[in-house]
């Protein structure tokens, strides 16, 4: 695919720095594990709060709309001064999260410490983003998806943890996981010196950004339709993630321990479509992948509502494999189209990501209360039909 970005790094393909991806696709799985107690502990907050499915929703959006609404905003003001050292910063707004759930003596501190955690995925996403890319040796669709992978990872891990950790033990033992936010920040550090010593190296070798060969009017479009299937991605993520073991407890009368292990079965399908979308995309182009996930996943939407408990697990695990190998795709895609914004491009797609996600968990939280949870996963079935603005899509291999 052709290079478009500004953010090119300097060194060639085989002289990746797979070290530094390994090192924040691994705080990204840290930043996930935690952001994931959230969600997973929701059945015992509900339980213990005496929670409505409205409020659950309303948790969900302060997480994710704090992080959607700053993620573009930070970006954007990285491009023009990047901020190596602001990633163990954000790391240390989600540690404080964590420590307010762990503690919450009501409703309110819980939306507080949600608000906590987002403001910390809203710093962390669009830096370690751009490192990502700079550390990919042109392989961007590869770095993405290293990246990525490690959120994927954690959001699956953090459930299994909820189950095994939290759930017997309790609200107060989030607290544990804070550690893992402090061992996130002495990474975090480490790449920032990374990233800093690149700059450094590289300041007087930056060229000015190549430009696409398509009109602004084309390009607006474009990112308009890649925000339109990253709304059908994540609100029907959202839906799973936030509601898929009520669905298993209402319709199959399952445990919560084990609708928590089928929710890490769907996770980790999810974390392996990112590579799968990340490797392929950098073969056969970003398009091909894009239009394959959205829409390609049709099939096994629609027949998901009416499965049995054999086939549920067997129908996610296809719809995480191919659904999720979309975004890495997306993101490169975006960054093609605006060259030198790989900062806002970060924080608007991942941003988006979390917002969608957070509107999408408070409606769907709206309709549970009003029509039940099998009726939320029919409406949700037939979103990736919007897979089909896919062939509005530009081909950047012949405009670049």
């Given at each position: ?14 002289q990746?720095?797979?070290?530094v991806?390994?090192?924040v ?7 996930d594990?935690m952001?994931?107690?959230l969600a997973a502990?929701y059945?015992m ?6 929670l409505?499915f409205?409020q659950i929703?309303l948790?969900t959006?302060?997480?994710q ?7 573009p905003?930070i970006g954007?003001?990285t491009?023009k001064?990047?901020m190596?050292y ?18 919450a003596?009501?409703?309110?501190l819980?939306?507080?410490?949600a608000?906590?955690i ?8 669009p ?11 042109g392989?961007y669709?590869l ?9 994927n ?6 459930p ?11 609200q107060g ?7 893992a936010?402090?061992l996130g920040m002495?990474v975090l550090?480490?790449?920032s010196?990374?990233?800093a ?9 930056a060229g000015?950004?190549p430009?696409?060969?398509?009109p ?8 308009a ?11 029907y993520?959202?839906?799973i993630?936030?509601?898929?073991t009520?669905f ?16 890490f ?7 392996a479509?990112?590579?799968?979308g ?16 959205i ?10 509502p ?5 086939w549920t697990?067997?129908l996610t ?5 191919i ?11 975006a960054?093609?189209?605006?060259p030198?914004r ?8 991942f941003g988006?990501?979390f917002?969608?996600g957070?509107?999408?968990a408070?409606?769907?939280g709206?309709?549970a ?8 996963y ?10 089909l603005?896919?062939?509005?899509l530009p081909?950047l291999?012949?405009?670049?």
């Amino acid at each position: 695919m052709t290079d478009t970005t500004a953010d090119r790094p300097s060194v060639p393909a085989e002289q990746t720095a797979f070290a530094v991806l390994m090192a924040v696709s691994f705080c990204h799985m840290l930043n996930d594990i935690m952001q994931s107690m959230l969600a997973a502990i929701y059945p015992m907050l509900k339980s213990d709060y005496g929670l409505d499915f409205w409020q659950i929703g309303l948790l969900t959006m302060a997480f994710q709309v704090t992080a959607s609404l700053l993620q573009p905003a930070i970006g954007l003001t990285t491009d023009k001064k990047p901020m190596p050292y602001s990633l163990p910063v954000g790391m240390g707004s989600t540690f404080i999260g964590l420590l307010l759930l762990a503690t919450a003596a009501n409703y309110s501190l819980l939306l507080i410490g949600a608000m906590f955690i987002g403001l910390g995925s809203a710093i962390f996403h669009p830096e370690s983003s751009r490192v990502a890319r700079l550390a990919s040796g042109g392989r961007y669709g590869l770095a993405q998806a290293v990246f990525q992978v490690g959120g994927n990872a954690g959001t699956a891990i953090g459930p299994l943890l909820a189950a095994f950790i939290v759930v017997p033990r309790g609200q107060g033992s989030v607290a544990w996981f804070s550690l893992a936010a402090l061992l996130g920040m002495i990474v975090l550090w480490r790449v920032s010196a990374w990233y800093a010593a690149y700059r450094q190296r590289t300041a007087k070798r930056a060229g000015p950004s190549p430009a696409l060969n398509l009109p602004r009017g084309k390009i607006a479009m474009s990112l308009a339709i890649l925000i339109s299937l990253v709304f059908a991605k994540n609100v029907y993520m959202a839906g799973i993630s936030s509601y898929y073991t009520f669905f298993l407890i209402e319709k199959f009368g399952v445990t919560v321990q084990q609708s928590q292990i089928l929710l890490f079965v769907f996770l980790g399908s999810v974390a392996a479509g990112t590579v799968l979308g990340g490797l392929i995309g950098d073969r056969i182009g970003s398009k091909t992948v894009i239009w394959f996930s959205i829409l390609g996943v049709l099939p096994f939407t629609l027949a998901l509502p009416y499965a049995n408990l054999f086939w549920t697990p067997i129908l996610t695990v296809a719809i995480g494999l191919i659904l999720a190998s979309a975004f890495p795709q997306i993101v490169v895609f975006a960054q093609e189209l605006l060259p030198g914004r790989v900062g806002m491009v970060a924080g608007m797609f991942f941003g988006f990501a979390f917002g969608l996600g957070g509107l999408g968990a408070a409606v769907l939280g709206i309709i549970a209360d009003s029509s039940g949870i099998e009726f939320v996963y029919k409406i949700c079935s037939f979103l990736p039909l919007l897979g089909l603005l896919t062939v509005f899509l530009p081909n950047l291999k012949k405009t670049g």
